[in-house]
């Protein structure tokens, strides 16, 4: 029985959103993660950097593990998949 409550749909696969609202959707998730699982903006873009000259990159996926880069690339305890760009050590907290 329906209960006349609409819910929105939560349109949860990437083949349903145009690819616009996805990256926003995506950007929007990043620069809301807690602070301190993230590492600091400098080695954020040191290791995009290194991203963008993998010759794995392609369309912002790593074609290694299929993340979005900029997505692991920001969570200190990630790492690249070929040790490209490193986890940030636990006790090192100010990377
Ligand atoms: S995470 Fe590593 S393998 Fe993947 S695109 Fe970046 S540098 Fe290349």
Redesign the pocket.
Known sequence: MESGIKRPCRRCLTRDMDQKEYFENLHAYIANLEEEVKVNEPLYER?LL??KS????YDGM????G?Y?EL??VIKKNS???D??MAVPVSDCSE
């Open positions: 290791r290194v991203c993998c010759d794995l990159l790593c074609r290694a593990c993340c880069v692991r690339a690249c998949p070929y490209k760009w």
